[in-house]
């Protein structure tokens, strides 16, 4: 039983399937820092304001009373993806719910990255944030439902995991 049932995520849905043109100011990333626990509150702003974002959500479970108990938390906590131009950026400022707007250098890498973490999301397998990076080895998937994307394979305890490393924050 969900706690609060899904919300959308990304706004359009082809939001990150479209290559970024570097020329396009009204396609620019913003990187939005929120106020704390603001995420789910600012993409629904801008799902009503109509503007292009992507709050990646993972699900997490936990049992309560007996009772298994879905939420739906941001895998990057503190963090909203707008894709739009100044006019979009005020938007958001002007909402009270931003606390900083981070620069992006490199529009094309936050796309990548941004459309690889959606793959994964979309994959349907279990998906944890992790704090920091231990260094491993770099490996690239050749089969199943992950195959083509690149990370590390680090040891965990008695199992290994595979990372896949996010370069915007």
Known sequence: MPLLAREPSI?????????????DAS????????RPRAEKALA????????????PLYERQIRSAGRLLRSYLPLFPGYVFLNGDDQ???QAVQTNLVARVLPVEDQLQLHADLK?????????????????LQPGTRVAIVSGPLAGLEGKV???????????????L
Not at 116 to 124: E, I, K, N, Q
Not at 154 to 168: A, I, M, N, S
């Open 11 to 23: 706004f359009p849905e082809s939001l990150l399937d479209r290559v970024p043109e570097l020329t």
């Open 154 to 168: 680090l040891r965990w305890g008695k199992h290994c995991t595979f990372f896949v490393e996010v370069q915007f």
């Open 44 to 55: 629904r702003r801008f799902l009503h304001y109509r503007l292009p974002f992507y709050l």
């Open 88 to 90: 979009g950026r005020l």
């Open 116 to 132: 690889r973490v959606h793959y994964l999301l979309g994959a349907g397998l279990p998906i944890l944030p992790a704090a920091r």
């Open 27 to 34: 396609q620019r990333w913003w990187v939005l820092h929120t």
